[in-house]
């Protein structure tokens, strides 16, 4: 019987850098968010172009929260 | 009629062996006349039901014969391991036998951890062994002096007039008995071992051979029953031919063991399994010095500077196997890490040598844990009809040392189902819910526990269980809706008009 192992569906190896790829772009979109919130007016705010920036910015955080976890030994 | 018959026979067999065994080690006729008679009505109502019970398992009095006995006792270590080497014969005038069957006295049946067997097949150079199933036999014979039989299942039935020769192996534990009690730090340790010259069988034995094998030469005493011999580290007792059965000479030797009477009273193995890339292992020990107990101070000057004779039987160090690719390794107590530890990696095993604060003397105890990380490659796999399995090792890591009491904790990622332990041997197993981190529903964990557990314990064994890929992006999905959630509060912040005065 040839049983198949079964690995992570990402390389171990790669957790720090993709820990710190995706926090950087998270924080990068998060600022950006931010930026905008503050510089644009109520009435000039689009809501599609905030809840976009929004998702972006938490799919890169929660992802790199993930790696962060991982890579430092905590395995969820 | 038929019936009354048999039994007769029967008690006619049980009362002529019975005699047999008082000619082996007591006085003849000692049996008062009467006993016969009284026990006559009980003994009929006892076989009746036996008869009943044991139509399957076939009665020892088959045409089973041992025809020579080979019994090698390795007293070495703190445990002790016997092998044994019986060349079986099946009479003639027999039927086929599927089993034979091996005693064991009340007091080795409770010490026994395992028992293997083997039957060798061919000639010389090209024999084999193929492995046979033991189990307990719940056939009565406890009429005679309570011994607990094991039968010994032959893969193929032996036919009549056919020999073989199986090999069987048991351990057993806490059965040297320190001896004195209590010894000093600059004693060595003496113990007791008891056991029976002659080979404690259900069947005839036409000829037989003992060897007990002790750690040094110091030998203090040791039965006589002749022929017996000693050699070096070696006693023999016998050749010792047409022994009945059930026959039991008892045998004392007294001896000096000092090595290390390691005994883990507790120990939890935790397993994780996180399908991200790692399986993580976590051990609690209890460990205790099951040998002589300490008396008096303890010098700690004296221990160092003379090692060869103070504190002869404690230990102060362990040596646990672990499998390769072992990483993250940490070894402490409720106090903090401990140092004292060595690891050595390499392609086979890992081997991680621990030293407790203290060295252990008799009756001491030490508790400590021991945690290491594994690659997920190496032990989980998949097997041909869709469900996943993890692969691991039983019992304890630490070489020589006896488990009272182990219990195993599989915890399995959130989301598994059904799971289904393969365990070689009987264990209880029960499921528990453990939660760790990022957990909603908690996880599937399988708790085996077994008591009494040695080194030849450490066989793989598997959890199967079900797990659809999808449950792992419960995770991050909850990590990605948490932070979402804050920005969704921050534009519905930065949209709401919170001023008191009016809006222009």
């Known amino acids: 019987m040839a049983a198949k192992a079964i690995s992570s569906p990402v390389p171990v190896e790669w957790y720090p850098s993709l820990a710190a790829l995706m926090v950087s772009v998270g ?45 430092s030994g905590v395995y969820v | 009629m038929d019936v009354k018959k048999q039994t007769v026979s029967d008690l006619d067999s049980t009362s002529s062996s019975r005699r047999r065994g008082v000619r082996a080690d ?80 009340p007091t080795e049946a409770q010490h026994l951890a395992i028992v293997k067997a083997t039957r060798a097949e061919g000639k010389r150079k090209k024999k084999t062994y193929a492995p046979l199933s033991v189990e307990a036999s719940d056939l009565a014979t406890t009429a005679l002096n309570g011994a607990r039989l094991y039968s ?13 020769t199986i090999e069987v192996l048991y351990v057993l534990t806490h059965s040297l008995e320190p001896f004195p009690a209590e010894i000093s730090q600059s004693e060595s340790q003496l113990v007791y071992f008891r056991d029976s010259a002659v080979l404690l069988s259900p069947y005839h034995v036409l000829e037989q051979v003992t060897y007990i094998k002790t750690p040094s030469n110091r030998i203090e005493s040791f039965t006589r029953v002749d022929p017996t011999s000693r050699a070096g580290t070696e006693v023999k007792y016998g050749t ?47 460990l205790k010095h099951g040998g002589a107990r300490h008396k008096g101070v303890f010098s700690r000057l004296e221990y160092q500077s003379r090692p060869s004779i103070s504190g002869a039987s404690s230990f102060k160090n362990l ?31 890992s081997e991680l040598e621990i030293e407790p604060r203290y060295p252990l003397f008799g009756g001491w105890h030490c508790t400590f844990t021991i945690g290491y990380g594994l690659p997920l490659e190496d032990f989980l796999f998949e097997s041909e009809d869709g469900r996943r399995y993890i692969n691991l090792t039983f019992g304890c890591p630490l070489l020589d ?21 393969v365990v070689p041997f009987v264990t209880e197993k029960h499921l528990e819910t453990s ?12 708790v085996l526990k077994k008591k009494n557990v040695v080194g030849e314990h450490n066989v793989p064994f598997q959890v199967y269980y079900e797990f659809n890929p999808i449950f792992m992006l419960a995770e991050p999905l909850m990590l990605v809706s948490a932070v979402l959630l804050f920005f969704v509060a921050c534009i519905a912040y930065l949209h709401m008009d919170l001023s008191i005065g009016k809006s222009s």
């Open chain 2, 435 to 446: 939660y760790s981190y990022l957990d909603v529903v908690g996880r599937t964990t399988v």
């Open chain 1, 27 to 71: 924080l990068m979109l998060t600022a950006s968010f931010f930026i905008y919130e503050a510089t644009s007016s109520r009435r000039s705010r689009s809501l599609a172009k905030e809840i976009t920036t929004a998702a972006m910015a938490s799919v890169f955080l929660g992802f790199g929260s993930l790696f962060v976890l991982l890579a």
């Open chain 2, 240 to 286: 010792y031919k047409n022994q009945a059965p059930n026959s039991y000479l008892p045998i004392l030797v007294h001896y000096e063991n000092n090595r290390p009477f390691a005994v883990v009273e507790e120990l939890v193995r935790k397993v994780e399994i996180s399908h991200w890339g790692n399986v993580q292992i976590t051990e609690h020990y209890k």
């Open chain 2, 26 to 105: 007591g006085p003849p006729d000692a049996m008062p006349p009467s006993l016969q008679t009284l026990t006559t009505p009980t003994l009929l109502l006892l076989l009746l039901t036996a008869t009943a019970v044991s139509c399957s398992a076939l009665p020892p009095e088959d045409g089973i014969r041992i025809l020579s006995a080979e019994k090698r006792i390795d007293l070495t270590g703190s445990i002790v391991k016997v092998y044994l080497t019986l060349k079986v014969e099946n009479a003639p005038a027999a039927s086929d036998a599927s089993q034979v069957l091996i005693a064991f006295t």
């Open chain 2, 401 to 421: 040392t006896v488990v009272d009491d182990l219990t195993i904790k599989v915890v399995l990622p959130e989301g598994s189902k059904n799971p289904q332990p």
């Open chain 2, 152 to 164: 010994v299942l032959l893969g193929t039935p032996l036919k009549p007039g056919e020999a073989t």
């Open chain 2, 319 to 349: 040596l646990a196997r672990l499998p390769p690719r072992v990483h993250s390794i940490y070894y402490r107590d409720e106090i903090g890490n401990i140092s004292t530890s060595h690891l050595r990696i390499g392609s086979l095993k």
